[in-house]
Protein backbone atom coordinates (compact mmCIF):
# COMPACT_ATOMS: atom_id res chain seq x y z
CA UNK A 1 0.00 0.00 0.00
CA UNK A 2 2.95 2.50 0.94
CA UNK A 3 4.31 1.64 -2.76
CA UNK A 4 1.23 2.60 -4.21
CA UNK A 5 0.86 5.83 -2.36
CA UNK A 6 4.73 7.02 -3.37
CA UNK A 7 3.57 6.23 -6.59
CA UNK A 8 0.78 8.52 -6.72
CA UNK A 9 2.65 11.27 -4.75
CA UNK A 10 5.20 11.26 -7.16
CA UNK A 11 2.79 10.98 -10.45
CA UNK A 12 0.43 13.84 -8.98
CA UNK A 13 4.15 15.88 -8.36
CA UNK A 14 5.17 15.53 -11.15
CA UNK A 15 2.32 15.58 -13.73
CA UNK A 16 -0.63 16.93 -11.73
CA UNK A 17 0.31 20.53 -11.04
CA UNK A 18 -2.24 23.73 -11.87
CA UNK A 19 -1.15 25.93 -14.33
CA UNK A 20 -3.09 28.52 -16.31
CA UNK A 21 -6.40 25.72 -17.14
CA UNK A 22 -9.25 26.29 -15.52
CA UNK A 23 -10.08 24.28 -12.40
CA UNK A 24 -12.29 21.84 -14.32
CA UNK A 25 -9.71 21.32 -16.44
CA UNK A 26 -7.06 20.73 -14.02
CA UNK A 27 -9.00 18.49 -11.71
CA UNK A 28 -9.75 16.38 -14.53
CA UNK A 29 -6.50 16.09 -15.09
CA UNK A 30 -5.36 15.27 -11.29
CA UNK A 31 -8.23 12.49 -11.49
CA UNK A 32 -6.91 11.15 -14.98
CA UNK A 33 -3.30 11.00 -12.99
CA UNK A 34 -5.00 8.82 -10.23
CA UNK A 35 -7.01 6.30 -12.76
CA UNK A 36 -3.59 6.24 -14.58
CA UNK A 37 -1.78 5.07 -11.75
CA UNK A 38 -4.28 2.52 -10.95
CA UNK A 39 -4.30 0.98 -14.58
CA UNK A 40 -0.06 0.14 -13.95
CA UNK A 41 -0.81 -0.93 -10.24
CA UNK A 42 -3.86 -3.53 -11.73
CA UNK A 43 -1.67 -4.42 -14.45
CA UNK A 44 1.83 -4.82 -13.44
CA UNK A 45 3.39 -8.01 -13.08
CA UNK A 46 1.00 -9.57 -16.16
CA UNK A 47 1.83 -12.06 -18.36
CA UNK A 48 2.23 -10.04 -21.69
CA UNK A 49 0.99 -13.27 -23.54
CA UNK A 50 -2.19 -13.86 -21.64
CA UNK A 51 -2.83 -9.92 -21.55
CA UNK A 52 -2.68 -9.62 -25.37
CA UNK A 53 -5.12 -12.43 -25.59
CA UNK A 54 -7.68 -11.05 -23.17
CA UNK A 55 -7.52 -7.37 -24.46
CA UNK A 56 -8.35 -7.72 -27.88
CA UNK A 57 -11.32 -9.61 -27.65
CA UNK A 58 -13.84 -10.55 -30.47
CA UNK A 59 -16.19 -8.45 -31.57
CA UNK A 60 -18.29 -8.86 -34.69
CA UNK A 61 -19.52 -5.06 -34.63
CA UNK A 62 -17.17 -3.10 -37.20
CA UNK A 63 -17.80 -0.07 -35.12
CA UNK A 64 -16.18 -1.38 -32.36
CA UNK A 65 -12.39 -1.67 -34.37
CA UNK A 66 -11.65 2.17 -33.55
CA UNK A 67 -12.52 1.96 -29.88
CA UNK A 68 -10.60 -1.68 -29.51
CA UNK A 69 -7.44 -0.40 -31.00
CA UNK A 70 -7.09 3.24 -29.43
CA UNK A 71 -7.88 1.57 -26.04
CA UNK A 72 -6.13 -1.24 -26.26
CA UNK A 73 -3.22 0.41 -27.64
CA UNK A 74 -3.11 2.31 -24.02
CA UNK A 75 -3.55 -0.69 -22.26
CA UNK A 76 -0.04 -1.92 -23.94
CA UNK A 77 1.56 1.14 -22.98
CA UNK A 78 0.87 0.97 -19.20
CA UNK A 79 2.25 -2.23 -19.30
CA UNK A 80 5.43 -1.71 -21.64
CA UNK A 81 5.95 2.15 -20.71
CA UNK A 82 4.98 2.94 -17.58
CA UNK A 83 6.23 6.33 -17.08
CA UNK A 84 5.11 7.20 -20.55
CA UNK A 85 1.60 6.09 -19.84
CA UNK A 86 0.99 7.78 -16.94
CA UNK A 87 2.22 10.99 -18.56
CA UNK A 88 0.57 11.18 -21.68
CA UNK A 89 -2.63 9.72 -20.55
CA UNK A 90 -4.65 13.10 -20.42
CA UNK A 91 -3.38 14.41 -23.88
CA UNK A 92 -4.57 11.06 -25.28
CA UNK A 93 -8.32 11.34 -23.17
CA UNK A 94 -8.57 14.73 -24.40
CA UNK A 95 -7.89 13.85 -27.88
CA UNK A 96 -10.01 11.11 -28.07
CA UNK A 97 -12.98 13.38 -26.42
CA UNK A 98 -12.81 15.67 -29.01
CA UNK A 99 -12.64 12.70 -31.79
CA UNK A 100 -16.37 11.17 -30.56
CA UNK A 101 -17.36 14.54 -29.96
CA UNK A 102 -16.49 15.83 -33.45
CA UNK A 103 -17.57 12.99 -35.27
CA UNK A 104 -20.80 12.01 -32.79
CA UNK A 105 -20.15 9.09 -31.93
CA UNK A 106 -20.91 8.97 -28.86
CA UNK A 107 -23.96 6.19 -29.38
CA UNK A 108 -20.95 3.92 -31.07
CA UNK A 109 -18.99 4.56 -27.70
CA UNK A 110 -21.22 3.84 -25.33
CA UNK A 111 -22.35 0.71 -27.07
CA UNK A 112 -18.69 0.02 -26.41
CA UNK A 113 -18.74 0.93 -22.96
CA UNK A 114 -21.67 -1.38 -22.59
CA UNK A 115 -19.54 -5.05 -24.43
CA UNK A 116 -17.33 -3.83 -21.91
CA UNK A 117 -19.21 -4.06 -19.11
CA UNK A 118 -20.31 -7.36 -20.07
CA UNK A 119 -16.68 -8.68 -20.88
CA UNK A 120 -15.70 -7.50 -16.94
CA UNK A 121 -18.87 -8.65 -15.48
CA UNK A 122 -18.30 -12.00 -17.09
CA UNK A 123 -14.70 -12.01 -16.10
CA UNK A 124 -14.48 -10.08 -13.16
CA UNK A 125 -13.56 -13.21 -11.07
CA UNK A 126 -11.71 -15.25 -13.53
CA UNK A 127 -8.75 -15.35 -16.12
CA UNK A 128 -8.90 -11.73 -18.09
CA UNK A 129 -10.34 -9.50 -14.63
CA UNK A 130 -7.02 -7.32 -14.54
CA UNK A 131 -7.23 -6.92 -18.13
CA UNK A 132 -11.40 -5.45 -17.67
CA UNK A 133 -11.00 -3.64 -14.44
CA UNK A 134 -8.44 -1.51 -16.34
CA UNK A 135 -10.44 -1.60 -19.32
CA UNK A 136 -13.31 -0.05 -17.12
CA UNK A 137 -11.43 2.34 -15.54
CA UNK A 138 -9.78 3.85 -18.58
CA UNK A 139 -13.54 4.31 -19.74
CA UNK A 140 -14.46 5.73 -16.85
CA UNK A 141 -12.09 8.09 -16.75
CA UNK A 142 -12.55 9.02 -20.63
CA UNK A 143 -16.41 9.91 -20.05
CA UNK A 144 -15.29 12.38 -17.29
CA UNK A 145 -13.67 14.33 -20.23
CA UNK A 146 -17.66 14.58 -21.83
CA UNK A 147 -17.83 17.26 -18.94
CA UNK A 148 -14.66 18.46 -18.46
CA UNK A 149 -15.97 22.11 -18.46
CA UNK A 150 -19.05 21.28 -15.82
CA UNK A 151 -17.03 19.83 -13.25
CA UNK A 152 -20.25 19.38 -11.16
CA UNK A 153 -22.12 17.47 -13.60
CA UNK A 154 -21.67 13.97 -15.34
CA UNK A 155 -23.23 12.04 -18.03
CA UNK A 156 -26.35 10.28 -17.03
CA UNK A 157 -27.16 9.03 -20.14
CA UNK A 158 -27.63 9.68 -24.50
CA UNK A 159 -30.71 11.13 -25.85
CA UNK A 160 -32.75 9.61 -28.95
CA UNK A 161 -30.62 12.02 -31.01
CA UNK A 162 -27.46 10.87 -29.95
CA UNK A 163 -26.45 13.87 -27.30
CA UNK A 164 -25.57 13.40 -24.56
CA UNK A 165 -27.61 14.05 -21.30
CA UNK A 166 -26.13 15.49 -18.14
CA UNK A 167 -27.06 15.65 -14.94
CA UNK A 168 -25.90 17.20 -11.36
CA UNK A 169 -23.45 15.15 -9.06
CA UNK A 170 -24.75 13.83 -6.02
CA UNK A 171 -21.25 14.18 -4.68
CA UNK A 172 -19.43 17.07 -6.43
CA UNK A 173 -16.08 17.71 -5.31
CA UNK A 174 -15.66 15.04 -3.73
CA UNK A 175 -11.82 13.94 -4.21
CA UNK A 176 -10.78 17.90 -4.49
CA UNK A 177 -10.41 17.50 -0.56
CA UNK A 178 -7.63 14.69 -1.13
CA UNK A 179 -5.95 16.95 -2.89
CA UNK A 180 -6.02 19.52 -0.18
CA UNK A 181 -4.44 16.98 2.04
CA UNK A 182 -2.19 15.96 -0.72
CA UNK A 183 0.12 19.10 -0.14
CA UNK A 184 0.49 18.09 3.83
CA UNK A 185 1.62 14.96 2.88
CA UNK A 186 6.04 13.77 3.59
CA UNK A 187 7.91 11.82 1.64
CA UNK A 188 8.23 8.16 3.04
CA UNK A 189 5.36 8.72 5.91
CA UNK A 190 2.21 7.64 4.20
CA UNK A 191 -0.85 9.41 5.78
CA UNK A 192 0.72 9.21 9.45
CA UNK A 193 1.17 13.14 9.33
CA UNK A 194 -2.49 13.82 8.95
CA UNK A 195 -4.54 14.69 11.88
CA UNK A 196 -8.14 14.61 12.14
CA UNK A 197 -7.86 18.75 12.38
CA UNK A 198 -6.15 18.57 8.96
CA UNK A 199 -8.98 16.14 7.49
CA UNK A 200 -11.96 17.66 9.11
CA UNK A 201 -11.01 21.06 7.43
CA UNK A 202 -9.94 19.86 4.15
CA UNK A 203 -13.02 18.33 3.55
CA UNK A 204 -15.08 21.27 4.86
CA UNK A 205 -14.21 23.30 2.07
CA UNK A 206 -16.01 21.35 -0.20
CA UNK A 207 -19.13 20.56 1.98
CA UNK A 208 -18.71 17.53 3.45
CA UNK A 209 -18.57 16.42 7.13
CA UNK A 210 -15.27 14.23 7.41
CA UNK A 211 -13.36 13.95 10.35
CA UNK A 212 -10.88 10.92 10.56
CA UNK A 213 -9.43 8.35 8.12
CA UNK A 214 -11.86 5.72 8.66
CA UNK A 215 -14.97 8.17 8.07
CA UNK A 216 -13.01 9.60 4.56
CA UNK A 217 -12.69 5.47 3.97
CA UNK A 218 -16.55 5.16 4.49
CA UNK A 219 -17.04 8.64 2.13
CA UNK A 220 -14.99 7.33 -0.67
CA UNK A 221 -16.45 4.08 -0.90
CA UNK A 222 -20.28 5.75 -1.38
CA UNK A 223 -19.31 8.25 -3.84
CA UNK A 224 -17.47 5.46 -5.91
CA UNK A 225 -20.09 2.90 -5.96
CA UNK A 226 -22.66 5.56 -6.67
CA UNK A 227 -20.25 6.78 -9.52
CA UNK A 228 -19.80 3.55 -10.94
CA UNK A 229 -23.30 2.38 -10.90
CA UNK A 230 -24.27 6.09 -13.07
CA UNK A 231 -21.13 4.80 -15.19
CA UNK A 232 -22.61 1.26 -15.98
CA UNK A 233 -26.04 2.33 -16.34
CA UNK A 234 -25.12 5.53 -18.55
CA UNK A 235 -25.54 3.11 -21.85
CA UNK A 236 -28.93 2.04 -21.45
CA UNK A 237 -30.23 5.73 -19.88
CA UNK A 238 -32.47 7.44 -22.74
CA UNK A 239 -35.32 9.78 -21.68
CA UNK A 240 -37.91 6.68 -21.87
CA UNK A 241 -35.83 5.40 -19.06
CA UNK A 242 -34.86 8.38 -17.35
CA UNK A 243 -36.45 7.34 -14.18
CA UNK A 244 -33.53 4.65 -13.72
CA UNK A 245 -31.44 7.94 -13.07
CA UNK A 246 -30.08 7.68 -9.34
CA UNK A 247 -31.55 10.49 -7.15
CA UNK A 248 -29.84 8.95 -4.13
CA UNK A 249 -26.55 7.32 -2.98
CA UNK A 250 -26.27 3.55 -2.08
CA UNK A 251 -24.11 3.66 1.18
CA UNK A 252 -22.68 0.09 0.96
CA UNK A 253 -23.86 -1.40 3.64
CA UNK A 254 -26.09 -5.29 4.14
CA UNK A 255 -29.19 -4.97 2.70
CA UNK A 256 -33.08 -6.60 4.18
CA UNK A 257 -33.39 -8.62 1.22
CA UNK A 258 -36.93 -10.71 1.07
CA UNK A 259 -36.60 -13.97 1.41
CA UNK A 260 -36.02 -16.65 -1.51
CA UNK A 261 -38.95 -18.76 -3.20
CA UNK A 262 -37.00 -20.54 -5.74
CA UNK A 263 -33.27 -20.63 -7.05
CA UNK A 264 -31.88 -17.93 -8.98
CA UNK A 265 -30.79 -20.47 -11.60
CA UNK A 266 -34.77 -21.57 -11.84
CA UNK A 267 -35.59 -17.93 -12.80
CA UNK A 268 -32.65 -17.78 -15.18
CA UNK A 269 -34.13 -20.85 -16.72
CA UNK A 270 -37.52 -19.83 -17.45
CA UNK A 271 -36.63 -16.44 -18.74
CA UNK A 272 -35.26 -17.72 -21.34
CA UNK A 273 -38.75 -18.39 -22.84
CA UNK A 274 -40.81 -15.72 -21.85
CA UNK A 275 -44.74 -14.82 -22.71
CA UNK A 276 -44.53 -11.53 -22.57
CA UNK A 277 -42.61 -8.19 -22.93
CA UNK A 278 -43.22 -4.85 -20.53
CA UNK A 279 -45.00 -2.03 -21.57
CA UNK A 280 -42.46 0.23 -23.22
CA UNK A 281 -43.20 3.09 -20.54
CA UNK A 282 -42.07 0.41 -18.06
CA UNK A 283 -43.65 -1.15 -14.39
CA UNK A 284 -43.38 -0.04 -11.24
CA UNK A 285 -43.87 -2.33 -8.27
CA UNK A 286 -44.65 -1.48 -4.72
CA UNK A 287 -44.18 -3.84 -2.43
CA UNK A 288 -45.01 -4.48 1.12
CA UNK A 289 -43.02 -7.04 3.81
CA UNK A 290 -40.13 -6.99 1.07
CA UNK A 291 -36.94 -6.31 3.41
CA UNK A 292 -35.99 -2.66 2.87
CA UNK A 293 -37.30 -2.68 -0.43
CA UNK A 294 -39.73 -0.09 -1.33
CA UNK A 295 -40.14 -0.30 -5.01
CA UNK A 296 -38.42 -1.50 -8.39
CA UNK A 297 -39.00 0.34 -11.62
CA UNK A 298 -38.45 -2.33 -14.79
CA UNK A 299 -37.69 -1.46 -18.17
CA UNK A 300 -36.56 -3.06 -21.15
CA UNK A 301 -34.70 -2.33 -24.21
CA UNK A 302 -33.05 -4.06 -26.73
CA UNK A 303 -29.27 -4.35 -27.25
CA UNK A 304 -27.70 -6.22 -30.03
CA UNK A 305 -30.32 -8.66 -30.44
CA UNK A 306 -30.27 -9.43 -27.00
CA UNK A 307 -33.24 -7.87 -24.54
CA UNK A 308 -32.08 -6.46 -21.63
CA UNK A 309 -33.68 -5.77 -18.22
CA UNK A 310 -33.18 -2.43 -16.52
CA UNK A 311 -34.32 -2.10 -13.26
CA UNK A 312 -33.45 0.51 -10.25
CA UNK A 313 -34.72 -0.50 -6.52
CA UNK A 314 -35.50 2.12 -4.61
CA UNK A 315 -35.11 1.61 -0.64
CA UNK A 316 -36.48 4.36 2.06
CA UNK A 317 -32.94 6.64 1.92
CA UNK A 318 -31.30 4.81 -0.60
CA UNK A 319 -31.01 3.87 -4.29
CA UNK A 320 -29.11 1.44 -6.69
CA UNK A 321 -30.02 0.72 -10.24
CA UNK A 322 -28.83 -2.62 -12.67
CA UNK A 323 -29.32 -4.81 -15.84
CA UNK A 324 -29.49 -8.18 -16.63
CA UNK A 325 -28.80 -9.78 -20.17
CA UNK A 326 -31.72 -12.46 -20.44
CA UNK A 327 -29.82 -14.62 -22.84
CA UNK A 328 -26.26 -13.72 -21.84
CA UNK A 329 -27.65 -14.14 -18.30
CA UNK A 330 -25.35 -11.52 -16.88
CA UNK A 331 -26.16 -9.79 -13.97
CA UNK A 332 -25.17 -6.27 -12.64
CA UNK A 333 -26.54 -4.77 -9.54
CA UNK A 334 -25.00 -1.14 -8.22
CA UNK A 335 -24.90 -2.70 -4.55
CA UNK A 336 -21.50 -3.39 -4.85
CA UNK A 337 -20.50 -6.86 -2.65
CA UNK A 338 -23.12 -5.72 -0.05
CA UNK A 339 -24.91 -8.71 -0.28
CA UNK A 340 -22.96 -11.26 -3.04
CA UNK A 341 -22.55 -14.62 -1.12
CA UNK A 342 -21.80 -17.62 -1.93
CA UNK A 343 -20.99 -16.64 -5.56
CA UNK A 344 -24.34 -15.20 -6.03
CA UNK A 345 -25.99 -11.56 -5.66
CA UNK A 346 -28.51 -12.22 -3.18
CA UNK A 347 -30.64 -9.13 -4.97
CA UNK A 348 -30.33 -11.13 -8.42
CA UNK A 349 -32.93 -13.55 -7.02
CA UNK A 350 -35.59 -11.59 -6.02
CA UNK A 351 -35.12 -8.97 -9.46
CA UNK A 352 -35.05 -12.19 -11.36
CA UNK A 353 -38.11 -13.44 -9.71
CA UNK A 354 -40.15 -10.52 -10.40
CA UNK A 355 -39.31 -10.61 -13.75
CA UNK A 356 -40.44 -14.03 -14.24
CA UNK A 357 -43.80 -13.02 -12.69
CA UNK A 358 -44.25 -10.07 -15.11
CA UNK A 359 -42.90 -12.12 -18.36
CA UNK A 360 -43.78 -15.72 -17.72
CA UNK A 361 -46.61 -17.98 -17.21
CA UNK A 362 -45.82 -19.84 -13.92
CA UNK A 363 -47.13 -22.14 -11.45
CA UNK A 364 -46.92 -21.26 -7.51
CA UNK A 365 -46.04 -25.26 -6.88
CA UNK A 366 -44.30 -25.00 -3.88
CA UNK A 367 -43.91 -22.91 -1.14
CA UNK A 368 -47.33 -20.84 -1.64
CA UNK A 369 -47.26 -18.94 1.40
CA UNK A 370 -43.50 -17.41 0.10
CA UNK A 371 -44.76 -16.38 -3.27
CA UNK A 372 -45.23 -13.13 -3.78
CA UNK A 373 -48.55 -12.20 -3.62
CA UNK A 374 -50.01 -9.49 -6.18
CA UNK A 375 -52.46 -6.74 -4.72
CA UNK A 376 -53.89 -3.44 -5.16
CA UNK A 377 -51.50 -0.64 -2.94
CA UNK A 378 -54.57 0.71 -1.51
CA UNK A 379 -55.31 -2.96 -0.26
CA UNK A 380 -51.93 -2.98 1.27
CA UNK A 381 -53.26 -2.19 4.84
CA UNK A 382 -56.25 -4.85 4.80
CA UNK A 383 -54.14 -7.67 2.87
CA UNK A 384 -53.96 -11.00 4.53
CA UNK A 385 -50.15 -12.13 3.80
CA UNK A 386 -47.70 -14.69 5.52
CA UNK A 387 -44.54 -13.73 7.47
CA UNK A 388 -42.71 -14.11 4.72
CA UNK A 389 -44.81 -13.42 1.86
CA UNK A 390 -44.13 -10.26 0.29
CA UNK A 391 -46.88 -8.54 -1.48
CA UNK A 392 -46.34 -6.56 -4.52
CA UNK A 393 -48.50 -4.18 -6.39
CA UNK A 394 -47.23 -4.07 -10.35
CA UNK A 395 -48.91 -0.62 -12.38
CA UNK A 396 -47.60 1.58 -15.88
CA UNK A 397 -47.62 5.01 -16.88
CA UNK A 398 -50.32 5.73 -19.71
CA UNK A 399 -51.98 8.67 -21.28
CA UNK A 400 -55.28 8.89 -19.78
CA UNK A 401 -56.59 10.81 -23.32
CA UNK A 402 -56.74 14.11 -21.45
CA UNK A 403 -53.34 14.96 -22.42
CA UNK A 404 -52.02 13.64 -18.75
CA UNK A 405 -49.99 10.71 -17.87
CA UNK A 406 -51.67 8.47 -15.16
CA UNK A 407 -51.00 4.93 -13.19
CA UNK A 408 -52.87 1.97 -14.37
CA UNK A 409 -52.48 -1.99 -12.86
CA UNK A 410 -50.48 -3.68 -14.93
CA UNK A 411 -51.55 -7.19 -16.16
CA UNK A 412 -49.39 -8.78 -18.30
CA UNK A 413 -52.38 -10.58 -20.43
CA UNK A 414 -53.61 -7.55 -21.62
CA UNK A 415 -50.40 -6.53 -23.69
CA UNK A 416 -49.28 -8.36 -27.64
CA UNK A 417 -45.73 -7.57 -28.82
CA UNK A 418 -45.67 -5.95 -32.89
CA UNK A 419 -43.10 -5.74 -34.52
CA UNK A 420 -42.72 -2.29 -36.51
CA UNK A 421 -40.07 -0.93 -39.41
CA UNK A 422 -39.22 2.41 -39.37
CA UNK A 423 -37.76 3.91 -42.53
CA UNK A 424 -34.07 5.31 -42.81
CA UNK A 425 -34.37 9.10 -42.51
CA UNK A 426 -32.30 12.13 -42.37
CA UNK A 427 -31.76 14.15 -38.78
CA UNK A 428 -30.64 17.11 -37.86
CA UNK A 429 -27.04 17.35 -35.93
CA UNK A 430 -26.30 19.84 -32.60
CA UNK A 431 -24.69 22.61 -33.76
CA UNK A 432 -20.56 22.03 -34.18
CA UNK A 433 -21.26 18.30 -35.20
CA UNK A 434 -21.22 16.23 -38.24
CA UNK A 435 -21.63 12.89 -39.47
CA UNK A 436 -19.73 9.70 -38.87
CA UNK A 437 -18.12 8.43 -41.87
CA UNK A 438 -20.36 5.23 -41.66
CA UNK A 439 -23.48 7.57 -41.89
CA UNK A 440 -22.03 9.42 -44.74
CA UNK A 441 -21.39 6.06 -46.22
CA UNK A 442 -24.56 4.75 -45.83
CA UNK A 443 -26.63 7.73 -47.03
CA UNK A 444 -24.30 6.93 -50.50
CA UNK A 445 -25.80 4.06 -50.29
CA UNK A 446 -29.14 5.29 -50.85
CA UNK A 447 -28.41 8.12 -53.18
CA UNK A 448 -28.40 10.58 -50.50
CA UNK A 449 -25.98 13.09 -50.28
CA UNK A 450 -25.94 14.61 -46.77
CA UNK A 451 -25.50 18.41 -46.19
CA UNK A 452 -23.60 20.32 -43.70
CA UNK A 453 -24.99 19.78 -39.97
CA UNK A 454 -27.40 16.47 -40.81
CA UNK A 455 -26.61 12.68 -40.56
CA UNK A 456 -28.75 9.63 -41.32
CA UNK A 457 -29.94 6.99 -39.44
CA UNK A 458 -30.54 3.77 -41.08
CA UNK A 459 -33.93 1.89 -41.63
CA UNK A 460 -34.37 -0.36 -38.28
CA UNK A 461 -37.36 -2.65 -36.19
CA UNK A 462 -38.54 -1.88 -33.00
CA UNK A 463 -40.95 -3.68 -30.88
CA UNK A 464 -43.72 -1.54 -29.59
CA UNK A 465 -46.32 -3.20 -26.78
CA UNK A 466 -49.95 -2.45 -27.21
CA UNK A 467 -52.99 -3.26 -24.99
CA UNK A 468 -54.64 -6.19 -26.51
CA UNK A 469 -58.14 -4.95 -24.34
CA UNK A 470 -59.99 -1.74 -23.80
CA UNK A 471 -60.33 -2.37 -19.95
CA UNK A 472 -58.40 0.12 -17.68
CA UNK A 473 -57.74 -0.37 -13.90
CA UNK A 474 -56.88 2.74 -13.06
CA UNK A 475 -55.45 2.87 -9.28
Known amino acids: MADKLEMLQKCQKLYGKRGSEPYGRWITKKRTINAACYVVDVLSGMDFVEFESVLYFRCDDSRMGYFIKVYGSQLEEAILSTDRFVQRLDKFLLDTCVYIEGNNIYRDYFDFFMLLEKQYISNQYGRGAQVFSAYISLLMQQTSYFCMDKPDMQITGVGGDGSLVFGKQLFPYSDA ?28 MYGY ?14 VRLHENNVYFMAPFISGRTAS ?12 NLPRQWKKTEVYMERLLDRN ?8 TAVYRNAGSINKIIFFETIRFN ?25 FFAGCGDADFKDGKWQIENFILENYMVLTCDYVIDRKRNFALKQTDEESFGREFYYPSQPLVCYCYKKNDGNGKSRNYKYVKEEY ?24 VQAAKAFGLSLPEGRTFVRSHDYHVYVKTTQKREGI
Request: with cysteine.
Open 416 to 439: SEELRTRSGYVRRLPDGQHASEEA
Open 244 to 255: LVLEKPFCGGAQ
Open 306 to 330: EVVLLFKVITGEEEYSGFYWTKSQI
Open 209 to 222: DVSSLEQAALFENT
Open 177 to 204: ALYELEKKLKPGMGTKTLSNRNIREAYR
Open 276 to 283: YMLPRTGV
